[in-house]
């Protein structure tokens, strides 16, 4: 014990408590007295204390340490009585300080005898601190023991080896295991993760690295509670060795099941919604079925299921009713997934389904509403009409599928599957009426498209029924056709074009545009083709025919279109080209060069009021005669100018056979298919030969298709060549 005595050496500080205890850093006074009260020891915690040097307190009577009492015994006398009388004793005693400071000490004093230099033989010692630090030390333990026995949050300290060292009941409760039972034992053995030993890492690192973590969530078992899985939001701090205390790792626990399942439950509710919302705005962005039925199953994976696939129903009449004891007969418009191949493979492979009676598609079918299945032997049996494939998918790991009804305006378009892997959790009632939300918007999305569609069909059937399958065909004049109907994206057009063979070997060439789509547009076409055709055989000068069409189409009440109308002589190798708004003929020469012919351009049919002209050109033997409508040159993105500087560049290259050209042509100008009707007519223009007999006498001299001089004209007015209004040559 160090000590400063009438001799004597000077110790280095204070006595303080055992390391590792809560009272280390409270300071103690040692002080030894005699029979007589003096002091004898005097310690230089006392010093510390009470402020008296050694030389000043050593050999004096105690007394002047303690204030006057109000009565009975001085205290230094007290506690040399009290000691010697119980041996031991601890008491609160006030005490004065060299400045005359009174404040609150707690003394504990034992005998001690046969000490050295004490003439008495016995010395009494004392060892003092001051109340208030003593307080704040009670205060503390009372408090942590508080802190184990009543804190609802679980408290644990583990050793460096992650065993386990003290914890709370609230812990030992939340393990349903004795405090008794986890002293000792390793973490491992109660906290039992699914996490791939992450958890064992996190410990780790906080024992070796002092990286704190706090409120991290775990998922969990114990062995006091095999079947129940548990949540906790866990804090973990080191115990780094400070004060004496021991190395490891100190933890907090808080089982959090119940609000992190409400917390799953509403992040689930907004992930239903949000999923909802983007189905909304990607599904039915075309008026395509197999489009639409694309979209449902990209965006249902991944977060909703691993694959899905669309079915529409293959009635046998548009009202058939469904009936349960028959076979239900399907056709696969779409289908997806992202478990590993071969899955997605499997699920192309089927175009048709059959599905027999008893299925889990027929008792879903029977109630309308989505129904949630588990994928084993039974169901590969049951549900799938083709066993073997069935078979496949389940080795792939499909685990379970969600069959919803595409029922829109009160019938059964078809149905969607949705699919999940065994590693991912069943479906949940909440994921059947998410299914069944996806399914009615898809469904109303699946049959506006497929009304379309018929209609879509109506109108190219109507379009291609009036178009001509073998334009006339004639010795000089050889021509390839080509007609692309539009994308499913937009409706069928009002596009045609005609080749008429006319008297005395004269040829007509015809093309038109009726603005508008759909039925309406391709029964205008079809009148204006008919009629164009009927009258040229009459009616032979462009100017004249095309207002006698402009006629018919205001009394068809057709709006507007325009409509290209040329008429060639291979006699005279002439032509006269007459024009209702429509794009400009194209001709190539023999030599390649390209250049636009007719250089007037009338109102288009259906405007009346304005007298439509012609005009003369002369061809060479040879020449290529291009005529288009709009949809050739004019697309999204280019403008017409554009397409017709690329028009002009692939006819520059026209030298070979016509119908390779047209290919070519087409490919190169859409590149990604027509977005609108497009026609194309190239026509190789020869001239007619005396030998050919077709020639007549003075075949040299011009002539451009009208009337001969004198002739009346078929409607009574003067002859064109002797009116030079109409024409311009």
Same mark, same amino acid.
């Given at each position: ?535 040229? #055989?009459? %009616?032979?000068?462009?100017? +004249? &025919?095309? *207002?006698?069409?402009?006629?018919? @189409? /205001?009394? $068809? =009440? ?77 697309? #999204?993105? %280019?403008?017409?100018?554009? +397409? &017709?500087? *690329?028009?002009?560049?692939?006819? @520059? /290259?026209? $030298? =070979? ?73």
């Amino acid at each position: 014990m160090p000590s400063d005595q009438p001799g004597g050496a000077r110790a280095p500080g204070p006595i303080r408590s055992e390391p590792g205890s809560l009272l280390e850093h409270v300071p103690v006074a040692v002080l030894g007295l005699d029979a007589a009260g003096r002091v004898r020891y005097w310690g230089p915690g006392a010093q510390e204390l009470l402020g008296y040097a050694a030389a000043t307190a050593l050999a004096r009577p105690a007394a002047a340490l303690f204030p006057e009492p109000p009565g009975g015994p001085p205290p230094a006398e007290r506690l040399v009585e009290r000691a010697l009388a119980l041996g031991y004793w601890r008491g609160r005693l006030p005490v004065r300080h060299r400045d005359g400071t009174v404040f609150d000490c707690g003394f504990r004093v034992f005998p001690v005898t046969g000490a050295a230099d004490a003439a008495e033989g016995t010395v009494v010692m004392a060892l003092a601190s001051r109340g208030e630090e003593l307080d704040r030390v009670k205060t503390n333990l009372a408090f942590l023991d508080a802190l184990f026995e009543t804190c609802p949050i679980g408290l644990v300290m583990l050793d460096e080896d992650l065993r386990y060292v003290h914890l709370n009941q609230a812990l030992a409760d939340m393990d349903g295991i004795p405090v008794a039972g986890h002293l000792g034992r390793d973490t491992s053995e109660i906290m039992i993760t699914a996490d791939g030993g992450e958890f064992r890492r996190m410990l780790r690192a906080v024992a070796d690295e002092g990286r704190p973590l706090v409120g991290v969530l775990v998922g969990m078992r114990t062995p006091g509670r095999p079947d129940v899985d548990q949540v906790r939001s866990v804090s973990l701090f080191p115990l780094s060795g400070a004060a004496g205390s021991r190395p490891g790792v100190g933890g907090l626990l808080v089982d959090v099941t119940d609000r992190e399942r409400a917390l799953l439950e509403a992040t689930a509710a907004r992930r239903r919604l949000a999923l909802l919302d983007r189905a909304g705005a990607r599904i039915g962005t075309t008026l395509d079925v197999d489009t639409t039925a694309r979209e449902l199953v990209d965006v249902v994976m991944p977060e909703f299921c691993d694959g899905s696939v669309v079915e529409m129903v293959e009635w046998m009449y548009p009202s058939e009713a469904f009936d349960p004891a028959l076979p239900l007969f399907t056709r696969r418009i779409a289908s997806g997934s992202v478990l590993p191949p071969p899955a997605s493979e499997l699920l192309a492979a089927l175009d048709r389904v059959t599905y027999p009676p008893g299925s889990g598609i027929h008792r879903m079918l029977r109630t309308g509403r989505p129904l949630s299945l588990r994928v084993d032997e039974e169901f590969a049996a049951r549900t799938a009409g083709h066993r073997d494939l069935a078979r496949q998918l389940l080795d792939c790991g499909v685990g379970y599928v969600l069959i919803a009804p595409l029922i829109a305006r009160g019938h059964v378009q078809g149905i969607t599957v949705f699919g999940r892997s065994d590693a991912r959790p069943a479906f949940t009632e909440e994921d059947l009426g998410l299914a069944g939300e996806l399914a009615s918007r898809a469904a109303l999305c699946l049959d506006n498209a497929r009304l379309y569609s018929r209609v879509q069909d109506i109108s190219l059937t109507l379009q291609r029924a009036l178009l001509p399958t073998a334009p006339d065909a004639t010795e000089h004049v050889s021509v390839a056709h080509r007609y692309l109907p539009g994308s499913r994206a937009t409706e069928v057009g009002g596009d045609w074009y005609d080749v008429i063979a006319l008297p005395d070997g004269r040829v007509a060439l015809v093309v038109g545009d009726v603005m508008g789509h759909g039925v309406p547009a391709a029964a205008s076409m079809g009148r204006l083709r008919i009629t164009a055709r009927a009258l040229a #055989r009459h %009616r032979p000068d462009p100017e +004249g &025919l095309l *207002a006698e069409l402009d006629a018919a @189409a /205001r009394d $068809a =009440g057709i709006e507007l279109a325009t409509c290209l109308y040329v008429v060639y002589d291979p006699r005279t190798g002439r032509a006269r080209i007459g024009n209702a708004g429509h794009p400009p003929p194209l001709v190539r020469h023999p030599d390649g060069a390209v250049e636009t012919l007719g250089d007037v351009l009338g109102v288009p049919l259906g405007v009346g009021g304005v007298p439509f002209r012609s005009a003369g050109a002369a061809l060479p033997d040879g020449a290529v005669l291009a005529l288009y409508t709009d949809g050739l040159v004019e697309s #999204r993105g %280019r403008d017409i100018d554009a +397409g &017709l500087d *690329a028009l002009r560049a692939e006819l @520059a /290259r026209a $030298a =070979g056979p016509l119908e390779g050209e047209a290919d070519r042509i087409l490919a190169a100008l859409l590149p990604d298919g027509a977005t609108d009707d497009t026609v194309l007519v190239l026509a190789r223009l020869r001239h007619a030969r005396a030998e050919d007999g077709n020639a007549p006498d003075g075949a040299d001299a011009p002539d451009d298709g009208n009337p001969p001089d004198g002739a009346d004209a078929p409607d009574g007015r003067e002859p064109p060549g002797g009116d030079p209004a109409p024409h311009e040559d």
